[in-house]
């Protein structure tokens, strides 16, 4: 499972509030990456990072932002949950060698 | 825009069938593909295909790549129903990026 853990698992909240994703890793990997996947889209990349402070944007990244103080967390925030953020969101890491990429468990999140 | 596109979108089969998934693609810097097996949890990798018409190969399945035509193929012969699943491909670009296409729906039926 490449040492990610995911968390919350699962969270339901309402319109308009804050809610920030946490991904854990144990292997010091450099790339880490949130993706968004819904029925007939697959995945959807919404931001990577590629170190510690150092992150960009990915497809759908309008209304997440995200942060990546140390080596082992990267967190996914939702400033102010929409409905069309329902959505089950995965972490993924990569090696620094290769481009395949390993995904965490994954969180389902419902806005109400 | 980058494009990644499979088919069928989904697909039924007895068991000990042969099928084979399809992966087009459009991407300004390719480095390679990569195909991934999800069960009602998360992505497992399968297969990174880099070079054309290497095949690359696990058990039943197989796959392989042509960067003329700008596709792939995933070959599963005599299915079983632990291959029911959700396909996904994906393409690497340069950069450290994936771009996914939006799956085949895979369901063996015993």
């Known amino acids: 499972d490449a040492g990610i853990t995911q968390s919350p698992r699962h969270k339901v909240t309402e319109t308009g509030t804050p809610v920030t994703l946490r991904c854990h890793q144990t292997?010091?990997?450099?790339?880490m990456y949130w993706y968004r996947q819904d029925p007939g889209h697959g995945l959807r990349l919404i931001h990577y990072s590629y170190g510690v402070k150092d992150t960009d944007k990915g497809e759908v990244s309008d209304g997440y932002s995200v942060s990546r103080s140390k080596t082992e967390d990267f967190l996914l925030t939702l400033e102010s949950a929409t409905s069309s953020q329902t959505s089950v969101y995965f972490c993924a890491i990569r090696l620094e060698l290769g481009y395949e990429q390993y995904f965490g468990p994954g969180t389902r999140l419902t806005v109400t | 825009e980058d494009k990644v596109v499979q088919s069928p979108l989904s697909l039924v089969v007895h068991e000990g069938d042969t099928v084979t998934l399809n992966c087009s693609y459009e991407?300004?810097?390719?480095?390679?593909l990569l195909w991934y097996k999800q069960e009602k949890k998360a992505p497992t990798f399968l297969f990174m295909l880099t070079s054309s018409g290497i095949e690359k190969k696990s058990g039943r399945l197989s796959s392989i790549l042509d960067k003329k035509e700008l596709f792939s193929i995933l070959n599963i012969t005599a299915t079983q129903t632990g291959d029911s699943a959700i396909y996904l491909c994906?393409?690497?670009?340069?950069?450290?990026?994936?771009?996914f296409g939006a799956g085949t729906i895979l369901r063996v039926k015993s």
């Open positions: 292997e010091n990997h450099r790339y």
């Open positions: 991407v300004t810097n390719f480095r390679s």
């Open positions: 994906a393409v690497g670009e340069y950069g450290n990026k994936l771009v």
